[in-house]
């Protein structure tokens, strides 16, 4: 069974930085395009990065410039490094193929106060 965990999530003051962590078991990543996906309150789960399995990576407009996404495969873990953080930036984080063929995981709360 896979399983996905992510972490690194808090609470950060706007224009601060945070890094994401997400490790996933029970696969091995290295065949997919993994993504992170943010979900707000209220609001749908967007998709926010994504990273081919040799490093092609793409964003969302709303993102890009501020966040990076990497990936070790050898370690089956994704990163997100968020930079510049903004309020509007608040929401769970999950990881998952860029598809979202796996069972979501818990997520990992990022909080970015004014």
């Known amino acids: 069974q896979v399983q996905l965990v992510e972490t690194g999530g808090g609470l950060v003051q706007a224009g601060g930085s945070l890094r994401l962590s997400c490790v996933v078991s029970g696969t091995t990543l290295a065949f997919n395009t993994m993504a992170w996906y943010r979900q707000a309150p209220g609001k749908q789960r967007d998709l926010v990065a994504s990273?081919?399995?040799?490093?092609?990576?793409n964003y969302a407009d709303s993102v890009r410039g501020r966040f990076t996404i990497s990936r070790i495969n050898v370690k089956n873990t994704v990163y997100l490094q968020m930079n510049s953080l903004k309020p509007e930036d608040t929401a769970v984080y999950y990881c998952?193929?860029?598809?979202?063929?796996?069972?979501w995981g818990q997520g990992t709360q990022v909080t970015v106060s004014s």
């Open positions: 998952n193929t860029e598809m979202g063929i796996y069972s």
């Open positions: 990273i081919t399995r040799s490093g092609n990576t």
